[in-house]
């Protein structure tokens, strides 16, 4: 049947069983990513609140989550999209995803991204014994108020030194007795700067006179955490902050510091480009690295791969272009041709798994990374119903993914060269794979069947996912200080996150107009049964 054919479903619709177990397995996706936000408090950097309990221990559940969670919401959202297109045609999925993919993004652009900023702001503030310390400093101050503005006007002339690279004047202005540990009120140290534009004879002589590397700004930010900034973002902050800097060089000059300060780093792909490659700064900085979508990057991807996908239906169409054969999806020689396709894609990212695009721009190599899984996804709809299915297989291509690909990878990581590079993306390919088909596998086996709870939280899903971060960082706030062990808080802020949201959804959302944007229009019990 070629598409031509298949494109009259415009005018003779055709239906698909329901497939709970894909509902289900999209839902976990979605509730995956509150515990991923959960853990994101107990990594040591690179989140806006820091839990006293963090450890190296939560990168590694966040990279395992993260490694697949996303390629395997796009392969579904590929499916699904296809799935809609076979039944109702062109018009009605176009219509579909203006209603529940756009609205709901714009909405959420004016309400829910605002609440993340302002919930970002909240936790960002001191705690209750930097306040009372601020409060005492003040009082002090107030009898040397001339001593603190003198103070103050040398550390910032330091922190000037060690951007610019000027270690004769920070060595200067550490021998006037200058605290080498002053920090702007923005909380940035001099050491801070220097690593991140990599002035290595700089960061060398503040970590001699006692520089204290775990000190963090109101961004969360350490000075090792600089040291994997992307080129784009360095140069964009080089150029507002008129710094004059080589990319090779702080390049090189990052690696060193990560060395004195006992870092085991992997530089950013961008940092060892050519010098004459294409560089983003000013504008385009913002526009492809600005958070303008926050956690809702999503549904702009979808904003993008929809339209795609309809103008492929119609070349496809217009050419009459038969779809391809079956084994390229339904037989384990998707393999070949998957893996190595995802890993190309994967080479210009930093670490495990996609980086994370919410621009207003999607970065290109992402973009094409989830387009591949949404491709495929739209594939395996048309092939789905010939796959020799083994649901044996999905406890073994989870074991592969779990025992041997992930710490695999993990390992190759931070590993240097061509060889490694490509070894390394290639095992985090195959990852993000195995995890898919064994979870699309274990779901078919075991969820295939009605059930009306999973669907509840099926539809709830959607909400919990859009409105939970806001939530998430003021309970990660609340319990950051606390002395109770990871093990305990974490379940908590899931279950908790969960609790208040399943509430909101059940009286705010499930009856009113929020849902049917969302899921379609649902019927109260009691309205049904007065029927």
Known sequence: ?????????????????????????????????????????????????????????????????????????????????????????????????????????SIGLFTIVPAVWVVSSIASRPNTTQQTDLAKADQVGAQSAAVTAEKSAAGIQMLEAAMRGNDDEVARLLASGVNVNFADDRGSTSLLVASLFGHSDVAKRLVEAGADPSMRNADNTRAADTLIVPWGVTKFWADWLKVEIERSQVAAGRLVIADLLGEKIQLHPSMTAAEGSLELSGVGWMLFYFPVFHHLWFLWFLCWLVPAFVICVRIGNYFNIQPPVTWLTASNWKFAWIIPVTALMQLPMAGFGPDTSAGLLPMPAVLLYYSIFFGFGALYFDSHRTEVHRPHQWWMLLVVAFALMFPLAMQLQTTSGLPARLAFVTCAATFAWLMSFGLLEAFRKYLSHPSSAIRYVADSSYWLYLVHIPLVIYLQYFVKDWTVTAWVKVPLLCLLTFGILIVTYQWFVRYTAIGTLLNGRRVRPNAVNSA
């Open 1 to 105: 049947m070629n598409i031509s054919t298949l494109d009259s479903v415009l005018e003779a619709p055709t239906r698909t069983e329901r497939r709970h177990d894909l509902d289900a397995l999209r839902a976990a996706t979605m509730l995956l990513g509150i515990l991923l936000h959960s853990l994101m408090s107990f990594i040591p950097a690179g989140w806006i609140v820091q839990d006293s309990q963090a450890g190296g221990w939560a990168s590694v559940f966040v990279q395992a989550i993260h490694g697949f969670r996303m390629p395997l919401f796009f392969l579904l959202s590929g499916f699904f999209t296809a799935m809609l297109w076979r039944e109702r045609g062109l018009k009605s999925l176009i219509s579909n995803r203006i209603r529940r993919i756009l609205l709901p993004l």
